[in-house]
């Protein structure tokens, strides 16, 4: 497995949020991102999660929730991967599908955009 300290993995993933055009990052509304270890012991290879009301589904009783919650997994990214590169590719493909779900894009058209 590739080592690398959570500072830096944190920091490749805000680094591809940032890559993220300000016209999608302005549509994008209660939503957090967060980067933990490992995913629930259930599904070791999970790489990201998307846990929330897509934009899609809310209607005029979508008020007073909790921010939807995005979630990055080091560990499994870093399992996959053999380079630095490979990693920063990886968590920026991670971060985009996980946000198209934000946004109600589900994950054949995801596929299908290269995004898998």
């Not at 690398?4 to 939503?31: G, H, K, Q, S, Y």
């Amino acid at each position: 497995m590739l080592e690398m300290p959570n500072e830096e993995f944190e920091e490749l993933v805000a680094e591809a949020l940032d890559r993220i055009p300000p016209e999608l990052t302005r549509l994008m509304d209660n939503v957090a991102v967060f980067v933990e270890d490992e995913p629930e012991p259930g599904d070791p290879d999970l790489l990201g999660l998307y846990e929330g009301t897509p934009l899609t589904e809310r209607g005029e009783w979508y008020a007073g929730v909790l921010p939807d919650r995005i979630t990055i997994y080091r560990g499994p990214t870093l399992r996959m991967c053999s380079s630095r590169e490979e990693v920063v590719a990886e968590a920026e493909v991670t971060v985009v599908h996980e946000i198209a779900h934000h946004f109600g894009i589900d994950d054949e058209r995801l596929h299908a955009l290269g995004y898998g």
